[in-house]
């Protein structure tokens, strides 16, 4: 029976190796150097290693309902539905939104008389109508049926380098019915009639006669009034539901004396404020604006609009007997002003800015880099390591045999040359 073979590190080498009965591959002392480069080299090794993966990260991703999660990356996964865009909020904020000023601002329509075609399910005729309600005076049938989108209005495209679709509001925003009106207020009932852009648009959505437009019976109103009485108990034109511009505002030198304005007008508008009424759209729609010096809308050509459902814009009305310029004598500048300081009021609102759309967009796809963990960097820097320090003592031999042979061959060749 043959003997077992027992594990290298049970025989005393050292013993054997002093008796001669087992050799080195080479001197003791090119042996030794040789061990302490291999565990340099292992040493070193394993130190950038560590440092290689600390430097490697990896994708970790999660889908969300918040555009912001912490630490991530967010991008949206589809459309917005006000403005089917695939953008960021803050690409949004950073590249594409336009604030609203008097030289971008859209001016379209008037305040004469309107007509519509509609079909009269009685007389199964298509009939045509005219009627001269407006903001301006409302009447039994201009609780949003008899809305024009040809009356006067100005409109803001918040993205204009991507889409010719006007401000369109999203459903988390709430303008109030006044500033400050909110669920403090007794009266307070969350109802659409507390809302002045939604109150619009249901009154568009009333409105299929003239293609889904319409206007609250309510304008905007930008102070605090710390009303106490039921807003369903105002008539339009006696509550104290006024819009109140900027005391800087220079309407007079800018209208160079058109829509009457005079200082005293002026002064009265500044003080007592004036009329803004949400023009609102509950279905898709376009408008093609013909470019004019008087509606200062473009320079030439003709500009074309994209509306959508809660698609808005603003008229503004005059400080006249009947709210209207007289004689149609009209000053844009006024029109604009009014409905730029309208629009900013609504943009300052909570979760009503145009870019506002993009935080609801839901769900977000977020991606972020992850580091390796500690853990990990010295298990991967370790098994590589000890590979490398494998390498080295299974390759020791074979480099020392070279070497030792080499230095034999001098030897030899020295001595044959000293004979």
């Not at 009639?193 to 609250?216: C, F, I, K, M, W």
């Not at 990990?376 to 042979?405: D, Q, R, T, Y």
């Amino acid at each position: 029976m043959k003997p077992l073979r027992f594990p290298q590190s049970w025989h005393d080498l050292n013993t054997a190796v002093d008796s001669g009965a087992v050799k080195l591959v080479a001197a003791p002392a090119a042996l030794t150097k040789y061990l302490i480069f291999t565990y340099a080299i292992t040493v070193a090794c394993f130190v950038g290693l560590c440092l290689y993966y600390n430097l490697l990260t990896t994708n970790d991703f999660e889908v969300s309902d918040v555009y912001n999660l912490p630490g991530y990356t967010c991008r949206p996964l589809q459309k917005d539905p006000e403005y089917q865009l695939n953008i960021t909020y803050d690409e949004c904020m950073s590249k594409y939104y336009v604030d609203p000023t008097i030289d971008n601002l859209l001016l379209y329509g008037d305040y004469g008389s309107q007509g519509f075609h509609f079909y009269n399910t009685t007389t199964k005729q298509t009939e045509y109508l005219h009627h001269m309600a407006g903001p301006w005076n409302f009447t039994s049938t201009m609780q949003g049926t008899l809305a024009s989108s040809e009356t006067a209005t100005v409109y803001h495209k918040p993205f204009p380098e991507l889409t010719n679709q006007i401000f369109t509001y999203n459903r988390a925003c709430k303008v109030p019915y006044y500033k400050g009106f909110d669920s403090s207020n007794p009266l307070w009932t969350d109802d659409i009639l507390d809302y002045p852009l939604e109150h619009a648009v249901q009154s568009a959505a009333l409105s299929p006669q003239s293609t889904g437009n319409g206007y609250g019976y309510y304008g905007l109103c930008n102070t605090n009034l710390n009303v106490t009485a039921d807003p369903a108990d105002y008539d339009w034109d006696e509550t104290p539901l006024v819009f109140t511009p900027d005391a800087n505002s220079d309407f007079v030198s800018q209208c160079g004396g058109k829509g009457n304005i005079t200082s005293s007008i002026q002064d009265m508008i500044i003080t007592n404020g004036t009329y803004v009424f949400v023009h609102a759209y509950s279905a898709d729609n376009g408008l093609w604006i013909e470019c004019s010096e008087s509606s200062l809308t473009c320079k030439e050509g003709i500009l074309s609009i994209s509306l959508r459902s809660r698609s808005i814009g603003m008229t503004t009305l005059y400080r006249s007997e009947d709210l209207r310029p007289q004689s149609n004598n009209r000053c844009p500048y006024y029109e604009k002003e009014i409905s730029r300081q309208a629009f900013e009021y609504v943009y300052g609102t909570e979760n009503c800015h145009p870019c506002d759309s993009f935080k609801f967009n839901a769900p977000f796809y977020c991606e972020k880099k992850v580091h390796k963990g500690v853990a990990e960097i010295i298990a991967l820097a370790s098994s590589n390591s000890m590979a490398v320090l494998s390498l080295f003592i299974a390759a020791g031999p074979i480099v020392l045999l070279k070497f030792k042979a080499a230095e034999e061959e001098e030897i030899e060749n020295k001595s044959i040359n000293t004979i």
